[in-house]
């Protein structure tokens, strides 16, 4: 039998691209963000004016997220002026729940992330979400998958 390299994987992490030939892009973390503030792998962003041709992440107020910076196995924090892959729409990334998920619910998210601590996301009640939920998450904490769609409304679950 022949051997993989990586044929069992211990978890799925926080901005995990999981699709081939995902929509991913290559963007600096603002340059103006504070020292000492980061974005952090899952966490959801949009985008602001570019530098050198390479447009800026800036983080995403509610209902305005175009993208999820993708895990990274060096880092999963990018401070000012840091390279990182933002995944977008068509992409199925892992993201962390805030509550129980239905699978196939439109989902919104938390627009900032504090001390390394995620803001999951959650069933949309109304307005804008990030994405659907393609896994169900039995509680806060659950790693689901979610297929990026920036810009759905929150009646359009599967």
């Known amino acids: 039998m022949a051997y993989q390299m990586n044929q069992f994987k211990l978890k799925d992490q926080l901005g995990e691209v999981m699709n081939p030939g995902a929509n991913v892009i290559q963007a600096v973390i603002n340059p103006s963000l504070a020292s000492g503030t980061y974005y952090q792998a899952g966490?959801?962003?949009?985008?602001?004016a570019s530098v050198?041709?390479?447009?800026?992440?800036?983080?995403?107020?509610?209902?305005?997220?175009?993208?999820v910076i993708v895990f990274n196995e060096r880092t999963?924090?990018?401070?000012?002026?840091?390279v990182c892959g933002i995944a977008l729409d068509g992409s199925i990334i892992t993201m962390q729940a805030a509550a129980a998920i239905a699978r196939g619910a439109v989902v919104g998210y938390g627009?900032?992330?504090?001390?390394?601590t995620?803001?999951?996301?959650?069933?949309?009640?109304?307005?804008?979400?990030?994405?659907?939920?393609?896994?169900?998450?039995?509680?806060?904490?659950?790693?689901?998958?979610?297929?990026?769609?920036?810009?759905?409304?929150?009646n359009a679950a599967l």
């Open 43 to 48: 966490q959801v962003v949009s985008f602001g």
């Open 118 to 154: 995620a803001v999951g996301i959650s069933t949309m009640a109304s307005g804008i979400g990030i994405g659907i939920a393609l896994d169900i998450a039995a509680s806060a904490t659950d790693i689901v998958r979610v297929l990026i769609k920036s810009g759905v409304a929150y």
């Open 111 to 116: 627009s900032t992330f504090t001390d390394g």
């Open 52 to 67: 050198n041709d390479t447009p800026t992440v800036v983080a995403a107020a509610a209902g305005k997220g175009l993208g």
């Open 76 to 82: 999963n924090q990018y401070s000012a002026n840091m």
